[in-house]
């Protein structure tokens, strides 16, 4: 078996069955499949072969220079140079103007394929991003074309050594020196791709505080600063002084730099208005949030493939239920209950997190355009923590029962297993940790808003049980039903709870976002898993490719696996979340340390 196959027909069923865009602007299912099928060779023919290479030889680090590991570099320059960088951007700025649910699976892929690859290309969208939301048009003629051909990179500059992921306590400053340059002073960390021998120029996009700004962070304006700079000729080899001065000895993605910058006088240009740099940062962070997301689901669909070749190749034991295969001394360890309950748990969170992120790519598609309707503008946002917090949260165990199936061979380089689970663990940390995420989903996103988006939300799982015709899937609709009914009642008893007292908040947070992301992943089975069970009964007319009985027949039956033996996990957090902060606050420092 090969080390990683696209999941090219799963991708093509959601395109064609689980979509409400079935083509705009001249471009089909069939154009975005044909798209799709390239990315999948690339991947396949040129990211996967270099994977463990990076991995082993790693970034170099000399005097403020970083140098990438040759394959990876030659590999960014030929998928830039092939014109993959600004799929889903505006065609006006240099883009492709593609739907975002073909880019959200190409981004999938790449992850799969190679996560520190992947790093690079969604970093310098996320910025084109943010400069397309708030640049004055002077940035977006200078820069973007540049940005979304590949020929430059870009960064986020947030985070400081003292502060994280609290960015309010930011120190780095900027001077206002004229019109429109300043002068930006101070040291950010952990900036990924900050600097490397991939691209001509790095446009970093930098939070910093002006002079007699708000304090906290009503006070941080974005500025744009590149690493070059124009000169009188109007080349751009003018140094800027903005310096690599480390990169980090990391756990994983070793082929991607994870750097320390300081910008000592660097000269940069405003994005937006000034103190409000946190507005324009969003944008760049929900970008890079869902972008996360599929990491997790990557790194989901990439365990699983890995797990299984092992499962069909390895064999051990006898089968429980008699000999399977007597021509040898073993059975395939395919063949144990418990290993398939691995397989199946690594299928249904990868196939289910893609259709959740296919969902919020259509969100996504309409928030761009002219007029979008706020309720699913609303609802993006509601799912936005979900799909980062959960699932990279289940994407990590999904590369933990890789290690588990491998057995001691996973504990060990050679196999490759335990590179799935460091390169993916930065993935529940970065843009906002799991109890970060948690926060802004319990806090903001519904609490804050009295649950309306939450309600749109449930309104849709209970449409679908309702309209679930099939009785092979009735006892399923029934149980999505409670769930639609009983969530919105649940962020009610947490928040009665939380008046006068925001603790309790903090304190239910984690385990309302994990109950959330169990009973989201539900509704998208069970929606999946109605649209197979339609196309086998001939009641629904497929849109385009006939899919084979087989693969659809195994969609019904993974949304049954998935409703009996992961769902139940959301009852443990409901209990969890309503225990209340007092267990977990009321113990004492001198307690805690014994």
């Known amino acids: 078996m090969p080390e990683y196959r696209v999941p090219l027909k799963d991708m093509q069923f959601l395109l064609n069955e689980m979509s409400d865009d079935q083509g705009t602007d001249g471009v ?22 270099i994977n463990q290479d990076g991995d082993t030889n790693g970034c170099v680090f000399d005097n403020g220079k970083v140098t990438l590991p040759a394959k990876l570099r030659d590999a960014f320059r030929t998928y830039a140079e092939g014109g993959w960088m600004g799929l889903s951007m505006p065609e006006q700025f240099g883009g492709q103007g593609l739907p975002e649910r073909l880019s959200t699976l190409v981004g999938e892929i790449l992850t799969s394929a190679n996560h520190s690859f992947s790093m690079t290309p969604a970093l310098t969208m996320s910025a084109s991003r943010a400069i397309i939301g708030h640049g004055s048009d002077e940035l977006k003629e200078t820069y973007l074309e540049k940005l979304l051909t590949g020929t430059w990179t870009g960064t986020m500059c947030l985070t ?13 400053s900027a001077e206002e020196v004229s019109e429109s340059v300043y002068r930006i002073k101070g040291n950010k960390i952990f900036i990924s791709s900050g600097q490397h021998d991939a691209a001509d120029n790095i446009v970093h996009l930098v939070l910093a505080r002006l002079k007699d700004a708000p304090k906290g962070i009503k006070g941080l304006s974005l500025f744009l600063v590149p690493a070059k700079l124009k000169n009188k000729a109007g080349v751009w080899n003018k140094k800027n002084e903005v310096h690599c001065i480390g990169i980090e000895e990391k756990m994983g993605m070793h082929a991607n730099p994870t750097c320390s ?22 944008t760049m962070m929900n970008e890079m949030r869902l972008g996360a997301s599929l990491q997790g689901i990557g790194l989901s669909e990439r365990s699983f493939q890995k797990s299984l070749q092992y499962a069909v190749e390895r064999t051990q034991m006898r089968s429980l239920g008699g000999v399977k295969a007597p021509e040898k001394e ?46 699913r503008v609303e609802l993006l946002g509601l799912l936005t923590p979900i799909a980062k917090g959960f699932l990279t949260d289940t994407g990590l165990a999904s590369a933990d029962l890789a290690i588990q199936m491998y057995g001691g061979h996973g504990f060990i380089k050679e196999t490759g297993a335990e590179q799935l689970f460091r390169d993916g663990r930065a993935s529940t940390l970065y843009e906002g940790t799991t109890g970060i995420q948690a926060l802004d989903l319990l806090g903001r996103k519904v609490l804050a808003n009295q649950g309306k988006s939450l309600l749109s939300f449930t309104k849709l799982m209970h449409v679908l049980s309702k309209k679930t015709s099939s009785e092979k899937l009735g006892d399923l609709a029934d149980t999505l039903s409670g769930y639609s009914k009983e969530w919105p009642q649940l962020a009610k008893q947490v928040g009665s709870k939380a008046i006068g007292d925001f ?58 696996f998935y409703f009996e033996r992961i769902l139940p996990r959301a009852r443990a957090h409901k209990e969890m979340m309503l225990a209340g902060k007092a267990s977990i606050m009321d113990i004492t420092e001198s307690q805690l340390i014994g």
């Open 503 to 560: 603790e309790e908040v903090g304190a239910a947070s984690y385990d309302f976002l994990m109950y959330s992301g169990y009973v989201s992943l539900a509704y998208f089975w069970l929606k999946m898993a109605n649209v197979a069970q339609e196309l086998l009964d001939g009641t629904r007319h497929p849109n385009g490719e006939t899919f084979d009985r087989d693969f659809l027949d195994a969609k019904v039956k993974n949304a049954r």
């Open 28 to 49: 089909t299912n069939e154009d975005l499949f044909f798209i799709l099928e390239q990315a999948a060779r690339f991947a396949e023919e040129e990211l996967v072969p």
């Open 261 to 282: 910058m300081s910008f000592e006088g660097a000269e940069g240009y405003l994005i937006g208005k000034p103190n409000r740099g946190i507005n324009a940062m969003f």
């Open 330 to 375: 073993a059975d395939p360890i395919i063949v144990h209950p418990d290993v398939r309950r691995m397989l199946l748990t690594q299928k249904v969170l990868a196939e289910g997190g893609r259709a959740m992120a296919q969902f919020c790519a259509d969100l996504l598609d309409e928030s761009h355009k002219p007029g979008a309707d706020k309720e």
């Open 160 to 172: 400081e050594a003292h502060c994280g992921s609290d960015l309010g306590l930011i120190r780095t």
